[in-house]
């Protein structure tokens, strides 16, 4: 496959000619928010987080194709204030706090608050949930915790290509996921737990006992 | 065995298919019709008739207002919040039926006698504010009108 | 009365819902017995506009307009239609200011301002009688399309007619007819979008009510256009009238010729399906619509790649409005310059609307695009009823705006609506007067908005639940004075970040409201008052 060159935070960076801004940007260690993206699926594009600048445009870099001479800012005043904004209704949304939570440490989301560097005192004039949901503990392997999911996506692509045992319900800010108590799909893989990237996903043996 | 969810009847639908996945929204809504409400039995029976899993059916069924999960009252109170209705007072009448039925909105009665829910506009928009009881549409509707519609909850 | 005449009866949705289905079978019942069966004609019609003064009943050729038509008054009515005999005058409608009675229709001004082009035959024809719609001339179009032009004729005169979809976005339909038509691939599509979830609009409902056979004729020109062999009519199951006269027909154009095989000997086939949608606002999104009739959940994809050239199954689609498809046939028949000689620049021909909330005459209305605000309001509308003052129109429904007094003399077209902060959207217009509190008007659009996002990308599904609740805080006089900057700021997240045009409109309402109505905003916040007194405020 023939490559392209493309200019990256004042970067040259070769990459392969199909290939989206946002993998010819993490395969060179150069990082762009994300949530729902994973190397082996292809791109949803629901996060909304991963804007950048490619040539003056503010594009989502998991959908734009990379191209010759192209030159990216992944950090711009304008795209780091909505996208500001964007964060911070997702942290205001997250039930949960970090401490005890098994998905710290790797948590996409933690990283993503590090790298805006999130002022906790912006997501207090947010409204916060009122309600704690409850966690389906239903499968016999792994636990669901909805108050930690950021609803990637990523557990759903992974499982429909393996046994399609994971599926989304209910619409809107109910939106889910679920096994649908069809535990009988489930092959155990945990592949979709691996793939969390926050704690919503959970083995039972590293149950917690924070909510 | 007895045939508790109509799955003789859900097979008469299903003959009329091919057993295609964009069959699956119209075969969902001519189910509904058997029960009211789609049980999961007669999910399950639609997901082996279209060979897909069980809880792809759930995932579709629980997108759309139109399909129910659970199983309904025997009197369905509707209550219109479209823009006429709103304006005219549409949100306190919601509040007052739910107090008399001591019913939240999209809730049913332990005793499966009435479920109450809201609706983003029935259409009668003349007629604002309407409260639909299954299917008889009751317009200009007003607070003290409201409660009389239940007259079992003040026996 | 004249010799011979035909007595319609309105049954579009509102006037049956005021008992017009009783009044036709009665009215037939007097006229049997009157022996008037040989010279009037007692017939059904789709919706004749003026559903707020329903059940309505029209005496043609003569125009005579009766309004409010109970059952008493129909032996009145039958009478009068023997030879010699006076119509009934205290049925006829009276101008608000004078009293003065108006007997025909057309001096009435909400009708006299009108001009019908895509409504032309509703109100006036059976929708349910294939020959009704034939005798108007209709299917002609199609003949002349199929017997004499070429699709890149057909093509090259919609483009010249500079027609834009009526859906809302007012994309140009030539050009994404010629997408499709170049679009490469054995299989293509035609869907008719009749997926109208505003609240408080029903112009796509009445049309396909009223003239059904406009809408099919229209996805004929289309398939034929494009080369497709497959149509799909996505109307809403909460329509069940609609569906009713667009299945009747169906089943007619079928048994005539229209639609099936070789049509009308030209080797064109096509076939037109309905699809009932199970309720879900966002469906009315192109992407959307389409997994929907795939059988998935209705969840708006990624585009590019845009229908036109990969929609249903992979295959090149059309997804055209109701209207913007009964446009079709009008375009084809009066030749595209003729059509481009009504509205304005960059907006061509006619829009309808259905004209609702705070205004003296409800109802159903078609206008030359770039007809003011305050003509249709306050001229067609007949202005605020009970003496009170205008305050805001909204257009556009949950993805539109509200706009003050000071937007009454604008053009209404698809720019001068976008650049006010509004937009056309599917044709819904609500009017408010000074009863209608604005802060509670935007909180329950985006009530709506955030029961039917579609809960996939991140801004729509947590941002419209944050305005939302933020809206419903100052409502309840716990509002906090960061608040408007606030809702601001998340309204400009939502609307730039989110990934289909309902997540990207959904705080219209909101900015609109703030920017022409923000002393309402300061005065729950602030003082915790409502100025209207609509808002229950917690505090005293």
């Known amino acids: 496959m023939s490559k392209v060159t493309l200019t990256i935070d004042g970067l040259d960076v070769e990459a392969e000619k199909e290939t989206t801004i946002l993998r010819a940007a993490l395969d060179n260690d150069i990082y762009i928010p994300h949530l729902c993206y994973h190397p082996e699926l292809s791109p949803s594009g629901i996060c909304r987080l991963c804007m950048v600048n490619a040539d003056g445009e503010v594009v989502m870099s998991c959908q734009t194709p990379v191209d010759q001479g192209m030159v990216v800012k992944t950090k711009d005043p304008e795209i780091d204030r909505l996208r500001r904004t964007s964060i911070e209704i997702l942290v205001a949304n997250h039930h949960a706090s970090c401490r005890g939570c098994p998905g710290s440490g790797p948590c996409a989301l933690q990283k993503i608050m590090a790298y805006i560097r999130i002022d906790r005192k912006r997501v207090r004039r947010l409204r916060l949930p009122e309600e704690d949901l409850p966690k389906d503990q239903s499968n016999p392997y792994f636990d669901y915790d909805p108050n930690h999911c950021v609803l990637c996506n990523i557990c759903v692509q992974t499982c429909e290509k393996i046994q399609g045992a994971l599926h989304v319900i209910g619409r809107g800010i109910r939106t889910q996921i679920a096994f649908y108590g069809n535990n009988a799909d489930c092959q155990s893989c945990m592949e979709c737990v691996a793939r969390c990237p926050v704690g919503a996903l959970t083995a039972k043996e590293s149950r917690s006992t924070h909510g | ?155 | ?540």
């Open chain 2, 1 to 155: 065995m007895s045939d508790e969810f109509g799955e003789a009847a859900l097979k008469n639908i299903l003959v009329f298919y091919e057993g295609k996945r964009s069959e699956l929204i119209p075969i969902l809504q001519e189910a509904q019709g058997i029960n009211g409400w789609l049980p999961r039995e007669v999910m399950q029976l639609i997901a082996d008739f279209l060979h897909i899993n069980e809880g792809e059916v759930h995932s579709v069924a629980s997108f759309y207002n139109q399909f129910r999960l659970m199983p309904l009252g025997r009197k369905m109170v509707t209550v219109c919040r479209g823009t006429a209705c709103h304006i005219r007072g549409a949100p306190q009448i919601l509040v007052d039926i739910g107090q008399s039925l001591r019913l939240k909105e999209g809730e049913t009665s332990p005793d499966l006698e009435y479920t109450l829910e809201s609706v983003a506009c029935i259409g009668c928009c003349a007629l604002a504010p309407v409260v639909k009881v299954n299917h008889k549409i009751h317009g200009e509707m007003t607070r003290e009108r409201a409660v009389t519609l239940f007259p079992k909850l003040s026996e």
């Open chain 3, 1 to 540: 009365m004249s010799a011979k005449c035909n007595a319609l009866v309105c049954l579009g949705t509102g006037c049956q819902s005021g008992g017009a289905e009783e009044v036709l079978s009665s009215l037939k019942e007097e006229i049997d017995r009157l022996s008037l069966g040989e010279t009037v004609q007692v017939k059904q019609t789709g919706c004749h506009g003026f559903c707020q003064r329903g059940p309505l009943v029209v005496i043609e050729p003569e125009g005579i307009f009766y309004s409010k038509v109970s059952l008493d008054d129909v032996s009145e009515i039958a009478k009068s239609l023997l030879p010699g005999e006076p119509p009934v005058d205290r049925l006829f409608y009276r101008e608000p200011a004078t009293d003065t009675p108006l007997p025909h229709y057309m001096e009435i001004p909400f009708y006299s301002k009108q001009q019908r082009t895509i409504l032309r035959n509703c109100g006036h024809i059976d929708p349910e009688e294939i020959e009704e719609y034939l005798a108007a001339g209709g299917y002609q179009t199609i003949k002349k399309v199929l017997l004499g032009m070429s699709r890149e004729e057909v093509i090259d005169e919609i483009k010249r007619s500079g027609l834009r979809g009526l859906g809302g976005a007012g994309f140009p339909t030539g050009r994404k007819w010629e997408v499709c038509y170049k679009a490469q691939g054995p299989k293509k599509y035609v869907i008719c979008n009749g997926d109208e979830g505003d609240p408080g609009a029903f112009q796509d409902r009445s049309v396909m009510e009223g003239t059904p056979h406009s809408v099919l004729e229209g996805m004929m020109i289309a398939a034929y256009a494009i080369g497709a062999q497959q149509g799909y009519i996505y109307v809403r199951a909460e329509y069940p009238l609609a569906v009713k006269r667009l299945r009747i027909a169906i089943s007619q154009a079928k048994q005539k010729g229209f639609l099936g095989k070789d049509i009308l000997g030209s080797g064109f086939d096509f076939k037109i399906a309905l699809f009932q949608g199970a309720g879900a606002f966002v469906c009315g999104e192109e992407t959307a619509l389409i997994a929907s009739v795939e059988g998935f959940r209705g969840m708006p994809r990624l585009r590019p790649p845009f229908p036109a050239e990969s929609g249903m199954e992979g295959k090149p689609t059309i997804i055209d409005n109701v209207k913007t498809l009964a446009s079709i046939p009008v375009i084809i028949d009066q030749g595209a310059e003729s059509f481009a000689r009504v509205g304005t620049e960059k907006s061509k021909g006619t829009v309808v609307f259905a004209l609702t909330g705070k205004v003296e005459n409800n109802g159903l209305i078609e206008v030359p695009m770039g007809m003011t605000l305050r003509e249709i309001i306050f001229d067609i509308g007949g202005g605020i009823p009970d003496g009170k003052t205008f305050k805001a129109v909204q257009t556009g429904g949950p993805s539109g705006g509200c706009l003050p007094e000071s937007a009454l003399d604008m053009p209404v077209d698809f720019d001068s609506l976008k650049a006010a902060g509004s937009m056309m959207g599917s044709g819904g217009l609500v009017v408010m007067d000074e009863d209608t509190c604005m802060v509670d008007l935007a909180r329950y659009f985006l009530d709506f908005t955030q029961r039917e996002s579609c809960g996939q990308c991140t801004p729509c599904r947590l941002g419209t639940k944050q305005l939302f609740d933020i809206l419903n805080d100052i409502t309840k006089g716990q509002g906090r004075p960061e608040d408007i900057d606030l809702l601001l700021e998340i309204s400009e997240a939502v609307s730039t970040h989110s990934l289909c045009a309902l997540g990207k409109t959904a705080p219209n309402p909101v900015i609109t409201t703030i920017r022409y109505f923000r002393d309402e905003y300061e005065a729950h916040i602030n003082e915790k008052r409502c100025p209207t007194g609509v808002c229950g405020m917690l505090e005293t």
